[in-house]
């Protein structure tokens, strides 16, 4: 609940009778109602979902200024607890709207939409079993996807990220967007440059650093990132069952 001030009453002016005079109160403080700070809600999901989704609303901005609009909405999968949909929406649109981001070229403009607009393409926020019925033949319960107009973001990346990334959460959660929409527009799988360099965003950094270093956007210093076409062959760890962890 928000903290709320205790109305004061106004202070009372002097007077009497004879030269004896009564100086004005001083206002008291106000009376904060705020208790103590709320432990962050842990993010909880089970291996498998409902398969219905709450959508996120509308988002104001289009971001880029030319190129071609893709509109997108945002769903979240119910089940997945501790997390808003809204909330969830607003960091794929930060991610999206940032001008280190696909819109930076000017090829693309990005916008959110709301329930009932039109839209190109939807990102999703799913449990691993829900993941693999939305990837199709790419089925491992473990990687985040893009099938067709799917962008599909496995939760249990989302919460835990991956081993030895070398960067924080908010980066790898900025890379998994960027990444699986850049599929979306177009973009294949590719390699590290070199050892201590960048990793750019369309390499599988969810399964491997390559001696590269952990990197999020597709534009670098105003100019496109990319390295070499092509993928490695890295094992994919086991499907996620399902965990609950504090944001």
Same mark, same amino acid.
């Given at each position: 609940?928000?903290?709320?001030?205790?109305?004061?009453?106004?202070?009372?002016?002097?007077?009497?009778?004879?030269?004896?005079?009564?100086? *004005?109160?001083?206002?008291?403080?106000?009376?904060?109602?705020?208790g103590?700070? $709320?432990?962050?809600?842990?993010?909880?999901?089970? *291996?498998?979902?409902?398969?219905?989704?709450?959508?996120?609303?509308?988002?104001?901005?289009?971001?880029?200024? $030319?190129?071609?609009?893709?509109?997108?909405? #945002? !769903?979240?999968?119910?089940?997945?607890?501790?997390?808003? #949909?809204?909330?969830?929406?607003?960091?794929?649109?930060?991610?999206?709207?940032?001008?280190?981001?696909?819109? @930076?070229?000017?090829r693309?403009?990005?916008?959110?939409?709301?329930?009932?607009?039109?839209?190109?393409?939807?990102?999703? !926020?799913?449990? +691993?079993?829900?993941?693999?019925?939305?990837? =199709?033949?790419?089925?491992d319960?473990?990687?985040?996807?893009?099938?067709?107009? @799917?962008?599909?973001?496995?939760?249990?990346?989302w919460?835990?990220?991956?081993?030895?990334?070398? *960067?924080?959460?908010?980066?790898?959660?900025?890379?998994?967007?960027?990444?699986?929409?850049?599929?979306?527009? =177009?973009?294949?799988?590719?390699?590290?440059?070199?050892?201590?360099?960048p *990793?750019?965003?369309?390499?599988?950094?969810?399964?491997?650093?390559?001696?590269?270093? @952990?990197?999020?956007?597709?534009? $670098?210093?105003?100019? $496109?990132?990319?390295?070499?076409?092509?993928?490695?062959?890295?094992?994919?760890?086991p +499907?996620?069952?399902?965990?609950?962890?504090?944001?």
């Amino acid at each position: 609940m928000a903290p709320r001030d205790v109305p004061v009453a106004e202070p009372g002016q002097g007077g009497g009778s004879g030269s004896v005079s009564v100086p *004005a109160t001083s206002p008291a403080p106000a009376v904060s109602q705020a208790g103590p700070p $709320r432990e962050p809600v842990p993010i909880s999901y089970p *291996a498998e979902g409902e398969g219905t989704w709450r959508t996120a609303v509308g988002h104001p901005v289009t971001a880029g200024e $030319r190129g071609t609009l893709r509109r997108y909405r #945002v !769903l979240v999968e119910k089940g997945i607890t501790g997390l808003e #949909v809204n909330e969830f929406a607003d960091t794929v649109s930060e991610t999206l709207n940032d001008p280190r981001g696909w819109t @930076a070229g000017g090829r693309w403009r990005m916008r959110r939409v709301g329930p009932g607009q039109p839209y190109d393409f939807t990102i999703y !926020l799913a449990t +691993p079993e829900t993941r693999d019925v939305l990837c =199709g033949v790419a089925r491992d319960g473990y990687t985040s996807c893009r099938n067709g107009d @799917a962008v599909v973001i496995n939760v249990a990346r989302w919460v835990k990220g991956v081993p030895d990334y070398g *960067a924080s959460l908010s980066v790898y959660r900025q890379y998994v967007v960027n990444h699986e929409v850049g599929h979306r527009l =177009g973009h294949g799988h590719e390699l590290c440059p070199g050892k201590g360099q960048p *990793a750019p965003v369309m390499q599988q950094q969810s399964l491997g650093l390559h001696r590269c270093t @952990a990197n999020s956007w597709p534009y $670098r210093d105003g100019e $496109r990132y990319a390295g070499a076409s092509g993928q490695y062959n890295d094992p994919t760890p086991p +499907p996620d069952r399902g965990s609950a962890k504090p944001t």
